[in-house]
């Protein structure tokens, strides 16, 4: 499929939103720094994890004609002073959903972040 309606892929988005909430646990998205795994089957390691931030369930807040908004994470401190340039997406089973870009899929309002601080997530859109 090389062209999809925004019909469709607005389902699409609403499905990884699904999938985001299944599992007994919350969704969480995990801020590393270093290099990024080649592919979302590549483990992370664990020694770049910088913060893990949980999603409520449901994670969907609203959906428009445009996106799909998630609602807000909780506020998690900070574990290890670095800067972040990835994250990964978790579901609520541990499975792998998808991994982000700091600065290309996802915006920090500050990507150093300092041992002891405190983060959260206020805004993701996923746009089709």
């Known amino acids: 499929m090389s062209k999809t309606s925004v019909n469709a892929r607005l389902a699409m988005i609403q499905a990884f ?12 998205a995990i801020f590393y720094e270093d290099v990024q795994p080649a592919s979302p089957l590549v483990a992370a ?31 998690a401190t ?16 541990g499975e792998v959903a998808a991994d982000l870009v700091v600065g290309a899929d996802i ?5 150093n972040l300092a041992l002891g601080g405190t983060i959260s997530i206020t805004s993701i859109k996923l746009r089709p």
């Open 78 to 93: 900070v574990i290890k002073t670095g800067t972040a340039t990835w994250a990964r997406i978790y579901n609520g089973a």
């Open 45 to 75: 390691d664990s020694n770049n994890a910088l913060v893990t931030l949980t999603f409520p369930e449901p994670c969907i807040k609203e959906v428009t004609a445009t996106y799909v908004e998630l609602h807000p994470t909780d506020t």
């Open 107 to 111: 915006t920090l309002a500050n990507t």
């Open 17 to 28: 939103a699904g999938f985001m909430d299944s599992g007994s646990q919350s969704a969480t």
